[in-house]
């Protein structure tokens, strides 16, 4: 696994597929793996547990993938302070939170209008144009989020589920495109291992007695889950996820924007014992619908 651009065939064929659909299954169980962790684990105390894992394999690694192509500069340090905040604390601590409410189905679905963030994002910061479809697709974007919301008949206490989950959806698309000029200058896994490392950190202040009372007393299902999204989930797939990116397979790396949410809600159904309902096939297809006109070229 190179950090930097692979010539590697097999990458851009049927191994590469291959590769692309784990790729899915993982990140799509990891909405499932959340949704039983915070059975056991506070949001916080999940977050902490899973990226202070993450960050000890990151830096294991850290001489193999972690180092940068070239030096890093003074000027991107508060660059790589925020994308590493977003990521870390803005992200999975969101996702966390609102999967204490919504369902992990249903949270995997919410998340996957992060790339219409990605692109309100790169039109406000990288000046980049807004079309007629970026305009549809955030209509549908918002219908498809209304239904499902309204289809997991929450109460006005719990509204914040979900935002919770399209807040960290924004978040993860601040990264994206904030991390934009830093993966161009030091390559993307390095990026990766030192955002991870740093976020960390902003989760130090947030430790507290409750935390280690949490971990003594957690179950074997929940080790579980926390490895998986330690492991599986986070370091395992970004290594796969950049040696795609590095194989130039990119092309092909859309389909799992439609995989993800799919096998989240699959997951969810056998795996949590969640319903599929009319509302979440009518919320879904919406979701799906607008990440098409964001992502699908002319």
């Not at 790339?115 to 498809?144: D, Q, Y």
Request: proline fraction near 4%.
């Amino acid at each position: 696994m190179g950090i930097y651009p692979s010539t590697d065939s097999r990458l851009n064929g049927s191994f590469g597929l291959v590769l692309l659909i784990v790729l899915s299954i993982i990140w799509g169980l990891a909405f499932v793996a959340i949704r039983r962790a915070v059975a056991e684990l506070t949001p916080v105390n999940l977050t902490i547990l899973r990226w202070l894992i993450v960050s000890a394999g990151f830096l294991i690694l850290a001489p193999v993938i972690g180092r940068p192509k070239n030096p890093v500069k003074r000027e991107h340090v508060p660059t790589f302070l925020v994308v590493s905040l977003m990521s870390v604390v803005g992200y999975h601590l969101s996702l966390n939170y609102g999967e204490t409410i919504v369902s992990a189905g249903l949270a995997g679905l919410l998340v996957s209008i992060e790339p219409i963030f990605v692109v309100l994002l790169s039109v406000i910061f990288l000046k980049e144009k807004i079309g007629s479809r970026v305009i549809i697709a955030i209509m549908l974007a918002v219908a498809g989020a209304v239904v499902l919301s309204v289809g997991a008949d929450l109460s006005f206490s719990q509204i914040g589920g979900p935002l919770a989950v399209i807040f960290s959806a924004f978040a993860f698309a601040a990264y994206s495109v904030g991390s934009k000029p830093l993966v161009e200058e030091y390559g993307a896994l390095p990026v990766a291992v030192w955002a991870a490392v740093i976020g960390t950190l902003f989760l130090l202040p947030l430790l507290s007695w409750n935390f280690v009372t949490e971990v003594q007393t957690l179950s074997p299902g929940g080790w579980l889950s926390v490895l998986f999204l330690a492991i599986l989930s986070t370091i395992f797939a970004n290594m796969i996820l950049y040696s795609l990116v590095g194989s130039r397979a990119v092309s092909r790396l859309s389909v799992q924007l439609y995989l993800i949410p799919v096998v989240g809600v699959i997951g969810g159904v056998l795996l949590l014992g969640e319903s599929l309902t009319v509302t979440t096939i009518i919320g879904a297809a919406l979701l799906l619908s607008a990440t098409t006109l964001v992502t699908v070229r002319r």
